[in-house]
């Protein structure tokens, strides 16, 4: 069975910083592509960071240069440092995975495997 559970959520001021871990169990973190999204009330999930199998790197231009995905393989598990956080930040964040075309390829729009959200919370 697939698990994956986030951590590190919370109430930050805008300029500051947080990290959120997730930690898979069930599938081996190096043969996934897998990803953190995001979602505010009343709008789509959106696709925020996305880790390759292979160690390729995708952001949101919002996020660029803000944020940084990476992963501890002996952990299993998926960070995303998440610095000068804004207002605009405020939102639901997801983990998710699945079994990659290839070992340069970006997660899709729907991968099977989920976490349970963790909320992220930035005043200004």
């Known amino acids: 069975q697939v698990q994956l559970v986030e951590s590190g959520g919370g109430l930050v001021q805008g300029g500051e910083s947080l990290r959120l871990s997730c930690t898979i169990s069930?599938?081996?973190?190096?043969?996934?592509?897998t990803a953190w999204f995001r979602q505010t009330p009343g709008k789509e999930r959106d696709l925020v960071a996305s880790?390759?199998?292979?160690?390729?790197?995708w952001y949101a231009d919002s996020v660029k240069g803000r944020f940084t995905i990476s992963r501890d393989l002996a952990k299993n598990t998926l960070y995303l440092q998440m610095n000068s956080l804004k207002p605009e930040d405020t939102a639901v964040y997801y983990c998710?995975?699945?079994?990659?075309?290839?070992?340069?390829?970006?997660?899709?729009?729907?991968?099977?495997?989920w976490g349970q959200g963790t909320q992220v919370t930035v005043s200004s």
């Open positions: 998710a995975a699945e079994v990659p075309v290839n070992r340069w390829s970006k997660i899709s729009s729907q991968p099977p495997y």
């Open positions: 069930g599938r081996t973190l190096s043969r996934h592509v």
């Open positions: 880790l390759s199998s292979g160690g390729n790197t």
